[in-house]
């Protein structure tokens, strides 16, 4: 099935935005989840785990810190992969100037839908564009 990223919409949350091509809930019978992943400069996600699913990072641009279990947290960059294995603790923090992109898979798949119920979580339909809106600086 070809999938296109203009026809699906986006998750979005404070730390970037998500967008899942390819998973259970929109495709019958796969068996796994992969998406793209947008960390904004200078952000990144709280500490969590996926206790029924591994999970695969690529990065396809940029540069962070990852942690994965009890690792110290050890830098990622463009080309760089990290697995995940199902129920450790990860987090992934943006370093760089620029979007920390990211293909995530999950497997089996469906761990994705667990974004909807973040306090921050809000979707954007399919063909609409995700702005994101920096914080304000406090003065000096």
Same mark, same amino acid.
């Given at each position: 099935?070809?999938?296109?990223?203009?026809?699906?919409?986006?998750?979005?949350?404070?730390?970037?935005?998500?967008?899942?091509?390819?998973?259970?809930?929109?495709?019958?019978?796969?068996?796994?989840?992969?998406?793209?992943?947008? @960390?904004?400069?200078?952000?990144?996600?709280?500490?969590?785990?996926?206790?029924?699913?591994?999970?695969?990072?690529?990065?396809?641009?940029?540069?962070?810190?990852?942690?994965?279990?009890?690792?110290?947290?050890?830098?990622?960059?463009?080309?760089?992969?990290?697995? @995940?294995?199902?129920?450790?603790?990860?987090?992934?923090?943006?370093?760089?100037?620029?979007?920390? /992109?990211?293909?995530?898979?999950?497997?089996?798949?469906?761990?994705? /839908?667990?974004?909807?119920?973040?306090?921050?979580?809000?979707?954007?339909?399919?063909?609409?564009?995700?702005?994101?809106? /920096?914080?304000? /600086?406090?003065?000096?």
């Amino acid at each position: 099935m070809h999938v296109e990223p203009e026809k699906t919409p986006t998750m979005v949350l404070d730390w970037g935005t998500l967008k899942w091509l390819v998973n259970p809930s929109t495709i019958e019978g796969t068996e796994t989840t992969v998406g793209e992943v947008i @960390v904004y400069p200078g952000r990144g996600h709280a500490i969590h785990n996926h206790p029924n699913a591994q999970e695969v990072l690529y990065v396809i641009e940029g540069e962070g810190v990852q942690t994965v279990g009890d690792s110290d947290p050890f830098p990622i960059k463009t080309g760089d992969a990290v697995f @995940v294995p199902r129920g450790v603790d990860h987090s992934t923090f943006n370093t760089g100037w620029r979007a920390l /992109r990211l293909i995530v898979t999950y497997s089996p798949g469906g761990e994705e /839908r667990n974004f909807r119920s973040l306090p921050d979580y809000e979707e954007v339909p399919a063909g609409i564009t995700p702005t994101w809106v /920096r914080e304000a /600086r406090p003065a000096e």
